[in-house]
């Protein structure tokens, strides 16, 4: 990143500056055949400090000036939020996107080598390679017309090519270290001698040496995190020292004037009768799933304000869109209703004194509450003291006043995942532009989020008039609606979804139903006005692997996919989701553009792939750091290896499938070190599963490959078969107890290796596959092969920390955490018999039989606490020293034990709880007939005794104690 950039953004100087720069990324090297992506493109940078509060508008404005017809092609700011952890640098933003490529970054700057902006900066970045391919019509960037006689790959394709031979293949990895090494040392010099500008220079040739090891493959994850610490160490020192001298020379650049807010717009006059409100929050672009959850807490956030508002209402319509939050209350009260309440006040021997005369105390609740002395009575509580009473009544206020105080609080409550600055100190998803407030016809005066109230609201960018003025609250809908603006979501969806169908139905296909969810809820967030376009694609490209080229539409493009409704097959279709009214050919064709460069990508790296085998990957795991003392990736594949047939035992597994899960342990982690996983990390295990049975691996090796990777997410599938539950569960401990052994455990704050994913997605798959394993001896098996000391604390560690990860999984299944706990304490170290214990142990819970056996073991239980000391063994019990009750308990209880003598460690609850039943009539006769601590020392233990055995009944089943009403 440019100082003019990195450093300029810092302080609280303005700075508004456009320059061309030249950006070399080794990572997107692609020797000059992908038509979008190359190693050095051009972009031309501008940033605007501060705000100026339309910077959407300008930029919008330099796209026609450019000569890019915004009305005709589908321009969309999508969800991308920048961050780069090596400059300790991050904002909220957006990528543009031009008829599906992306051809800006859009961003609102946060914070710059780990210094918060005092004044927030945009920085927008103009890919002018891919703007220059849309305004001459090309569809690679080597057509690009340079001059009248000269194209840029007749300039440049020669130096793209041979520089991606040398940063994918050819750039030492030895010489790069130590390049990095040395500009490290240099940079920390120059800011030794206080000189920030060429210690960032030195800074930037780290980050560059970092980029080529990258791309060279380098770099694992573990030294990934080291050398992105060294770079951000330089990062905020270089920034700490800008500041410095800057304001040593008292900043010659001046000071960036405070924002002055305006006032609301009012007018109107007053309803008399119950008539419409709207509310609407105009907003910059919103995350798909901001819209969601901005909509879900005023659907809820809403009728409570009114309600403790007093203000009666009809029906509360909430809606949302990238670009508006809407509330329309429908028949609002034009007062607020009339209160009447009665107030305690102080006890009367406080409010008066001996004389009879009100003290200050009664004086006060007075004032307080706007009353005097003679509206007030003395009255008795239930407990008889007398207290103070008043009456107070609370005239109705008009509903615009009301709301005008009550809305800024409650739009300021609503939260997200994340929110960013862009004025002051106010905090939103994105930045606020507009905020109409209309009850009727009366403007309600409201500031609120950094804007103030106008009768205003914006309709699609490229609307003959895309900011319109709102009379009255019952006309809002009508001008959304009839500028082709779809405020409802689940409205949204349901066009979405019948165009969609609509369009594939013309080529035969159909979408695959996956679609209908998840997809549909984001794309249903992309757009206010939709407007599906079908597009195609080389049907060659169908020879690639069907995930990725279903991932690349889904996940890149927020393509809708199209499947052949007979077969499942894909076909060479796709659909896109414009926004508004647009010209449908030019983005037909510019969509397909970007799709087929994706797919050029991808099958760039899949050639690559298939020139050797998936085991020849091995060797370069060599190359990926796994943690710095664990060693690298090769090194964990072969303690997985080794892991496998110990784990395999623990879990009861057929040999035949432990030698099979063998075979998937030498290959499962090698697609890491392909090409296309590289380049699309999601696909890791889905690639290594293709590549195995392309190369003739049998199928339940090529399954356990991409089992080992599952689960990768929330919902995703588990592991299905034995081996691949075998290395799935190797893969998992080994992780876990080696990076505790070396200090990498997660703390309340962060947990950088994602251990507790790793842990739930170990429980999930010890639960799914039902067979029992002692998690102890199976944490204890994965220490023995660690390069490091496992230490018997550590084991314990990961082993109370894989428990709290089970205990959240049977939580989150909706089983009580009482109920989740008791089986816990006593089955914790067997995820699968402590799920069906759970479960079972749930439909008991307030059940008779439960609460029959609780009562019968919980007399025991209590008086035994304490007494553990004074009490014997089973073997020490003596049936002779016992009377008619004892002798009738310990028959009980020894007719008990047998029964679950046999299977007692796996014993169901439903069985356990049934045998209990018969020892509640004992143990009453017991403690109504029997004295336990006799003077008798000898009746004394064996009584004590005979208490401590049936309270140990539940061991290794249950802890009673756990459980409400114990």
Known sequence: MNPATFLRVLGPEPWRVCYPEPSIRPDDSRYGDNPNRVQRHTQFQVILKPDPSNAQELYLGSLEALGIDTGAHDVRFVEDNWESPVLGAWGLGWEVWLDGMEV??????????????????????????????????VK?????????????????????YEMSCFNMDEASVQSHRMAFDLSNAEATRLLEQRLPVPAYDQLLKTSHAFNILDARGAVGVTERATLFGMMRKLARECSSLWLERRRELEFPLGLTPEHVM????????LPSSPTTLVLEVGVEELPAADVLAARDQLKMEIPALLHELRLRHAE????GTPRRLSVEVRKLAAMQEDKEEKLRGPPSKVAFDNEGNPTKAALGFCKKNGISMEDVTREEDDKGTEYLYAVVHEKGQPAGEVLASALPALLSSLSFPKSMRWQDTTYFSRPVRTLLALHGEFRIPIT????????????????ATPIVEVPSADDYASIISSSGIVLDIEDRKAAILEGVKALVAEVGGAIPLSSESDLLDEVACLVESPNPVLGEFDPDFLSLPREVLVMVMRKHQRYFPVEDPETGDLLPYFVTVANGPIDATLVREGNEAVLRARYEDARFFYKQDLRRDLLDFAPLLEGITFERSLGSMLDKSGRVESLVEPIGVLMAIEFNHIE???????????????????????LAGVMGKHYAQLQGQVPPVCEAILEAALPRFADDDLPGTQPGQVVAVADRLDSLVGLFAVGCAPSSSADPFGLRRIAYGLVQTLVACKTPINLPKAIHAAAQVQPVEVSEEVQREALVFVTRRLEQLLVDNGNSVEGVRAILNARGDNPSLAFTSVEALQEELGGERLSTVMTALARPTRLMRGKESQAGEEEDLNPDLMGPEELALFHAYADVRSKLQ?????????PFLECCEVLAEPVDAFFENVFVMDENLELRKNRLTLLKCVADLPTGIMDLSELPGF
Request: with cysteine.
């Open 104 to 137: 800006t970054q859009f961003t609102y700057f946060q914070q710059s080598g780990g210094e918060p902006l005092e004044q927030i900066a945009v920085e927008i970045t103009y890919g002018l390679e891919r703007i220059l391919m849309n305004l001459q019509g």
């Open 140 to 160: 690679h960037f080597k057509d690009i017309r340079y001059s009248d006689n000269l194209t840029y790959g007749e300039l440049f394709l020669q130096n793209e």
């Open 262 to 269: 305006q006032e609301p717009v009012t007018g109107g006059v």
């Open 316 to 319: 509360v319509i909430v809606g």
């Open 448 to 463: 609120a989020l950094g804007v103030a109230g106008a009768p205003v609201t914006r309709l699609l960018r490229n609307h």
């Open 660 to 682: 099979r899960a063998k075979e998937a342990a030498k290959l499962y982690r090698c697609d890491l070190a392909s090409a296309m996983v590289m380049e699309f990390t999601a």
């Open 902 to 910: 046999e299977t007692w460690s796996g014993m169901a609850i439903q």
